[in-house]
């Protein structure tokens, strides 16, 4: 039923790098970005991982698309393998190489933000002050978080250094981490809290390491770091917007909190950019700015129409991915035009892999690794290994 080839794969990589162009220009309007984020986040994070993880074609239901004869040769150029491997005797592909490199990058930047949050968590634990169970902290965690549980899991933490109010997470614990030169008010204090408990209730710091996951995983694409800015814009407008709706008076102190904030971000501005290189929490001077400006700035037109198409679109371009596969040529076109290149049972022998590769042999040299017969001739002999191979050739 499911058959997995490099043409799936490769259908696989080329539906989900779409999906993430289409969710990034829906980010793009900031009507729908605050009111439809978090859905819409949901959904395409969904269609992206299925995509990634079932990278398969159907068979009998799925579709040949073949390319252009100019792009099948570019195709056959970076897929079939022609670099040899010294002392292993085995011959790779273009593809290959950048598979390797892609694994690999991921690897190194998945085991860095591992590595980075624990450097982070240690720093903090080091050289920060924990003051949970100050009564005017105890007294602000019990107003605003009403889950006994999870009150047990969130610390304060102070710092003597330069730093903007944050939230990170170690393991299952949560630490809100406050610097001690940053002068707040009581009411100050209490929307800052209720800003990053707010996060942690609603799960964003997970939203923010699943987005961080898929970003590694195509590192090689630049849209997703601009995507990855966009959530994480979201995530903060989205608590702001829900703190400033309640009343007047608490959206006045919220914004005039988060002005000042801003202005102690750039007093410290130089000494943040130092201290950021040692730390996960990414410091990014214009943010403050940009949160403030816009949730001041009058509402957009809310286009429902516009995001309603792109998410059709963007489930009929995953289920078409399925029932329809582009298809390059194994082969050479000018190979299978000359005689003295022309397949044919008589100068053609096979041998099937033990993974469902097959290895060719033209006129008894090695010509190249396919993983379909499609291309070739039904009547090609077909051995288990080269020595059966060799030894049913000479007879």
């Not at 056959?76 to 005797?89: L, M, S």
């Not at 009343?247 to 904030?261: E, G, N, S, T, W």
Request: proline letters at 4%.
């Amino acid at each position: 039923m499911l058959n997995f080839s490099l043409s799936s794969v490769i259908m696989a990589v080329l539906t989900s790098n779409l999906l993430i162009v289409i969710l990034s220009v829906i980010f793009l309007n900031r009507s729908i970005l605050y009111k439809f984020g978090l859905p819409l986040l949901g959904i395409f994070g969904v269609l992206i991982t299925l995509r990634m993880l079932m990278p398969f074609e159907l068979n009998n239901i799925t579709q040949n698309i073949y390319f252009p004869e100019r792009l099948s040769k570019a195709i056959v150029f970076i897929c079939h393998p022609r670099i040899q491997i010294p002392f292993f005797g085995r011959t790779i592909s273009i593809w290959h190489i950048f598979t390797v490199v892609w694994i690999i990058g991921f690897l190194i930047l998945l085991f860095h933000y591992i590595y980075i949050n624990h450097k982070t968590y240690v720093f903090f634990s080091t050289y920060g002050a924990d003051v949970t169970k100050r009564p005017e902290y105890v007294h602000i965690i019990d107003t605003i978080c009403k889950n006994e549980e999870l009150k047990k899991k969130i610390s304060v933490i102070k710092l003597p250094f330069p730093q903007i109010p944050s939230v990170i997470r170690h393991h299952s614990h949560y630490y809100i981490v406050i610097p001690n030169k940053l002068t707040l008010s009581n009411e100050e204090t209490m929307l800052v809290f209720r800003h990053e408990i707010t996060h942690i209730i609603n799960h964003d710091l997970i939203y923010k390491f699943i987005v961080q996951i898929k970003c590694y995983f195509y590192w090689w694409n630049p849209l997703c770091i601009f995507l990855k800015r966009r959530i994480n814009m979201f995530l903060e407008l989205r608590i702001d917007l829900s703190i400033i709706s309640e009343d007047a008076k608490q959206a006045q102190d919220y914004l005039d909190c988060l002005l000042k904030i801003a202005k102690y971000n750039l007093k410290i501005k130089k000494n943040m950019q130092l201290l950021s290189r040692v730390m996960l929490i990414p410091i990014n001077s214009s943010e403050l700015k940009k949160r403030f400006a816009y949730i001041t700035q009058e509402e957009e037109k809310n286009n429902k129409a516009l995001c309603g198409f792109l998410l059709a679109s963007a489930c009929t371009l995953c289920i078409l991915s399925y029932l329809f596969i582009f298809e390059g040529s194994y082969m050479y076109p000018e190979h299978m035009s000359k005689g003295e290149y022309s397949i044919t049972p008589e100068n053609t022998f096979i041998i099937q892999n033990k993974d469902n590769t097959y290895d060719i042999y033209f006129k008894g040299e090695f010509f190249e690794t396919v993983n379909s017969l499609e291309y070739y001739p039904e009547d090609c002999k077909i051995y288990l290994s080269l020595e059966e191979a060799l030894k049913n050739e000479k007879e």
